[in-house]
Each structure stands twice: as structure tokens, then as C-alpha cells.
């Protein structure tokens, strides 16, 4: 089994920068890609941004300009930052991963760290 552990998030200032670090841990083979999500409250979870195990990222439009997504295969983990902060991206922001787990694929999601953004 594997399980992922989100860290960062909390309370960020209008225009201030969101990091978020997520590591995977447990009986990892591998790694396919890992990802951030994020929920709104009383909208649907969103993809911000995801990354292959080969660096190849993907970001969502209204995180693409402002967002950088990164991943170390060898410590299982991924990171994300976001500047410029606005209320709008005030979220539960969930770490997904895909996952070699012995013989298996299998997918991965994080508890959630909350983030507020406000002054």
C-alpha cells in the first residue's frame, strides 16, 4: 500500500505564494505522474497542474502563468508554487499520484491542506 502526504497551504496573502510539497510514501515501485487538484467550495474538484515522471508538465489555465510544478522520482515527491495569489484560488488543494504499487497501478490521493487566501 502508499499513501500521500501533503505539507504547506494554510493562510496566504492577496498576491503573496502558495507552495505545496507532496510526498509519496509507503511500497512505491514507481512513479507514472503526480498532480494538484484543488476543490472550491461548492465547485467540482479541478485539475491545477500535473507532471509526468519525465518532467512533462500540464497546467490549468487560469494556474498556467503563475504556477510551477516539479517532481523528484527519487524522493517521491512533488512540488507546486503559485504567485499572485488571488481569493479565488482559496481551496482544498488535494496531491494525486499514479503509481506503481508492486505489480499494480494504482491511484492515489491526498487528504487535502486547506488554503485561504486573504489579508
Known amino acids: 500500500q502508499a499513501h500521500l502526504v501533503e505539507s504547506g497551504g494554510g493562510l496566504v496573502q492577496p498576491g503573496g505564494t502558495l507552495r505545496l510539497s507532496c510526498v509519496a510514501s509507503g511500497s512505491v515501485t514507481s512513479i507514472n505522474a503526480m498532480a494538484w487538484y484543488r476543490q472550491r467550495s461548492g465547485k467540482q474538484r479541478e485539475l491545477v497542474a500535473s507532471i509526468t515522471r519525465f518532467g512533462s508538465a500540464n497546467y490549468a489555465e487560469s494556474a498556467r502563468d503563475r504556477s510551477t510544478i516539479s517532481i523528484d522520482i527519487i524522493k517521491k515527491s512533488v512540488d507546486l508554487q503559485m504567485t499572485n495569489l488571488e481569493p479565488e484560488d482559496a481551496a482544498v488543494y488535494y496531491c494525486?499520484?499514479?503509481?506503481?504499487?508492486?505489480?499494480?497501478?494504482?491511484?492515489?490521493w491526498g487528504q487535502g491542506t486547506q488554503v485561504t487566501v486573504s489579508s
Open positions: 494525486h499520484a499514479d503509481l506503481w504499487v508492486g505489480p499494480n497501478r494504482e491511484a492515489f
